[in-house]
């Protein structure tokens, strides 16, 4: 499974049909994974809506990532779960689901990323990096921190107000993976947006063999 990439992760949206043909539209991009999340859906909604985004990801290879819940990811076979400080315990997870792909959100805190890589976690998210309207946050992480990660032998995560124009910054840091909602999905054409994120992990890999 692809950890150094764009991880999309699905936006807002109440209409279940346009979420899926705004995903659907961006997948040819190939992200290396992309994360389905919705707090304010209900629990049938949620598995319907899972399922269905599933259908798409494997259609074209991409695995997906459920928020929040690692008990849905392994009733729809998902590739993993992304568990966030009140999701639940992850050795929990980890024990019951030994084949999830499993991260966890890690925020401005490395002793707790360090606590979570010691308990099974696959890779670590750390944020916010920019000033973001996804979701309401007080913390904010730095790029020093992704490369104070890097002892912990974990793919880095970074999230939270991720551009294109500020991402270099990040992948220079050492972020393996670059989380991003808005960027993406509220672009003019969220497909060239996602292959411009694409086009940036290809450049920081060739100038890495260049240099």
């Known amino acids: 499974m692809p950890m150094r990439g764009l991880y999309l992760i699905t936006p807002d949206d109440d209409d279940r049909d346009r979420l899926l043909e705004r995903v659907a539209a961006v997948l040819p991009a190939r992200p290396a994974l992309l994360q389905y999340r919705n707090k304010r859906a209900s629990g049938e909604r949620r598995r319907d809506e899972a399922r269905a985004i599933k259908a798409l990801c494997d259609a074209v290879g ?6 929040d819940d690692w008990r849905l990811a392994l009733e729809i076979g998902a590739a993993g779960a992304h568990l966030g400080e009140d999701d639940g315990d992850l050795s929990e997870a980890r024990r019951a689901a030994p084949g999830l792909l499993l991260g966890v959100s890690c925020y401005d805190d490395l002793s707790r990323a360090r606590a979570m890589a010691e308990a099974g976690a696959d890779y670590l998210a750390f944020g916010a990096f920019f000033p973001t309207r996804t979701k309401a946050t007080t913390r904010r992480a730095t790029p020093a921190l992704l490369r104070e990660a890097a002892a912990l032998g ?13 991402a270099p910054t990040l992948l220079a840091a050492g972020a393996d993976l670059l989380a991003v909602v808005g960027a993406v999905f509220d672009a003019p054409d969220p497909l060239a947006e996602a292959r411009r994120f694409t086009a940036l992990f290809e450049a920081t890999a060739a100038h890495a063999e260049a240099g």
């Open 154 to 166: 974990r793919p880095r995560v970074a999230i939270g107000g991720i551009r294109a124009d500020n």
């Open 62 to 67: 991409v695995p997906l990532v459920v928020n």
